[in-house]
């Protein structure tokens, strides 16, 4: 998602070795990876945090490459990808977060004008999601519901 309510123009990103092969000195095998991915998914991680997990304690370096399918393709084809998407759920874990710090801080202006820029990005890529789809077309962000989303 390009950078809505900032000024800044950054480009910084990491960028993946141009060699698409599995490095020799990988141990695992791709099967053995799926099964990490499904232990690990179980536990209630995203995908973010288990491909953290799978480079960090396992060397894995890049798990498309082993496996030929991305980590949420790869739950989504064992039926444990979650409801919604990632980037949206935690969009929408902040803007409760703000609703329930603004319910002991009423005068936090602040807080009161970045809860609205937020819930504007939640709604904005809810709208993409629909029509790629992800969601269903009566999904609808709620802030009296939101809370129950998270949980």
Excluded: C, F
Excluded at 10 to 17: D, H, K, N
Excluded at 41 to 70: A, C, E, F, M, Y
Excluded at 84 to 95: C, F, N, T
Excluded at 118 to 131: N, P, Q, W
């Amino acid at each position: 998602m390009v950078r809505m309510h900032t000024p800044g123009k950054g480009i910084a990103s990491s960028a993946l070795p141009y060699k698409r092969s599995v490095p020799t000195w990988q141990k695992l095998t791709a099967d053995e990876v799926k099964e990490t991915i499904y232990k690990l998914s179980k536990k209630g991680l995203t995908p973010s945090q288990i491909g953290v997990i799978l480079r960090d304690s396992h060397g894995v370096n890049q798990i498309k490459h082993l496996t030929g399918t991305k980590i949420l393709r790869i739950l989504r084809a064992k039926g444990l990808a979650s409801k919604i998407p990632e980037d949206l759920y935690h969009l929408i874990k902040k803007a409760v977060a703000i609703r329930k710090h603004l319910e002991k801080n009423r005068q936090d202006k602040d807080s009161k004008y970045r809860l609205i820029l937020i819930e504007s990005r939640v709604h904005k890529l809810a709208r993409y999601y629909k029509t790629k789809s992800v969601l269903p077309p009566n999904w609808k962000y709620e802030s009296a519901t939101a809370s129950a989303l998270v949980a």
